[in-house]
């Protein structure tokens, strides 16, 4: 049921960087058309060539300000109270599921892992980081000498896995598809190149792929469906034999993320600390993000047999981790930041846990007070 894109030529890509060369050339072998996922995923993690896999020292993608070289910032760069709530429900989870080994997914510039290890000392003996990009990688490696052989790097999921997995903002750099709703028929959206300019622009073909629910209203509508992020908890269930898992990222509910009022979709790209919605402009100088439909992924980890043992808020999971106690006695710029992780108008509200785990189920003290299982 697909109709067929017309195929324009790579043009000589006038300025284009190897990166955009590559992707068109990826494009050219497909046909003239990659959907957007495959898309995204060069854009990011081409070796050598995307966004995260070139980072490096003076590239550091994470950080505060903009003059640091830095694009955005995450939760546990801009305080480290955040790895400290977070290791306390970490320590909880290690000591009721009887592990010692934690595992830790997109481990950024490795500064939680450098938090977590602090705070949880000698209740982890094995530290381990499953990181897709290279560059991202050496970073890590500099953040975490310090704790020497304790800290090691997967290729691949470890066999029956016994551990506590913890992942930041992870699922929404993975890869997305896009659905467009034009005049009430369904199109996947991907990418074509221009044949006048060469430039990337948006090309959509007929599918036979929906969004997990109906959408209200007859109006054109784009949003994202996440079949990477939905695999990715399948294999965690297939490789997982003991622990729990804390997923903390933004997005919503399906209820909320597809409304009919998010008829743009929620894909966004961060440079320099300023967001923009046109991920086919600039390739491979930034972030491209998507929000994280949080139902689906527990629907996924349910039907592959895991339990969700909490979902809320991340203003509510560190506060339930224990976030304010000694922040009073902490020096009134730390305090700022530290309130930052919980106000609702900053990453309160917007960003979530979801904790999922193997065997019998239990409460995290994350969730004691306003889990908010119900709404998934
Ligand atoms: C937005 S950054 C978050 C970094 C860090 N967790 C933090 O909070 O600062 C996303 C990280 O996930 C990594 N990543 C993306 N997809 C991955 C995958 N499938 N497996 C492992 N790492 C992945 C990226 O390379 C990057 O290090």
Redesign the pocket.
């Known amino acids: 049921m697909k109709s067929a894109p017309s195929v324009p030529t790579p043009s000589s890509e006038r300025g284009s960087t190897p990166l955009q060369q590559h992707i068109a050339k990826a494009m050219a072998e497909a046909g003239g058309w990659l959907p957007f996922d495959q898309f995204m995923h060069l854009a990011l993690?081409a070796p050598g060539m995307g966004y995260?896999s070139r980072a490096h020292a003076q590239s550091r993608r994470?950080g505060h300000m903009p003059s640091g070289g830095s694009d955005f910032v995450?939760?546990?760069?801009l305080s480290p109270w955040f790895g400290q709530a977070l290791a306390r429900s970490v320590a909880q989870a290690l000591k009721v599921t009887g592990t010692r080994r934690v595992i830790e997914?997109?481990?950024?510039?490795g500064?939680?892992a450098a938090q977590l290890l602090t705070h949880l000392g000698d209740a982890v003996d094995h530290y381990d980081i499953?990181?897709?990009?290279a560059g991202?990688r050496s970073l890590q490696r500099e953040a975490l000498l310090a704790w020497g052989p304790k800290v090691n790097w997967l290729d691949a999921w470890p066999q029956a896995a016994r551990a506590v997995v913890v992942?930041?903002?992870?699922l929404?750099?993975?890869p997305v598809k896009l659905l467009q709703r034009r005049a009430g028929v369904w199109h996947e959206r991907g990418v074509t190149l221009d044949p006048l300019s060469g430039a990337f622009v948006w090309a959509e073909r007929l599918t036979d792929l929906r969004p997990p629910c109906e959408i209200a209203g007859d109006h054109d509508h784009v949003c994202e469906i996440h079949p990477q992020a939905q695999a990715?908890v399948r294999s965690l269930a297939e490789h997982w034999q003991q622990g729990a898992a804390f997923f903390i990222d933004y997005g919503f509910p399906e209820a909320e993320y597809y409304l009919p009022q998010r008829h743009m979709g929620t894909v966004m790209c961060h440079q320099a600390h300023r967001s923009d919605p046109d991920p086919l402009q600039a390739v491979g100088e930034k972030?491209i993000t998507a929000h994280v439909n949080f139902s689906g992924l527990a629907l996924s980890a349910q039907e592959a047999g895991l339990h969700v043992l909490g979902y809320t808020s991340q203003a509510h999971f560190l506060l339930n981790s224990g976030l304010l106690e000694g922040l009073d006695a902490a020096p009134l710029a730390e305090q700022v930041m530290a309130m930052k992780l919980v106000n609702e108008h900053e990453m309160g509200e917007l960003f979530k846990v979801l904790a999922l785990g193997v065997g019998q189920a239990w409460l995290p003290m994350g969730f004691e007070r306003n889990d908010r299982s119900h709404r998934l």
């Open positions: 993690y995260y994470i995450t939760a546990p760069e997914f997109g481990a950024g510039q500064t939680l499953v990181e897709v990009s991202m992942a930041n903002e992870l929404d750099a993975m990715f972030d």
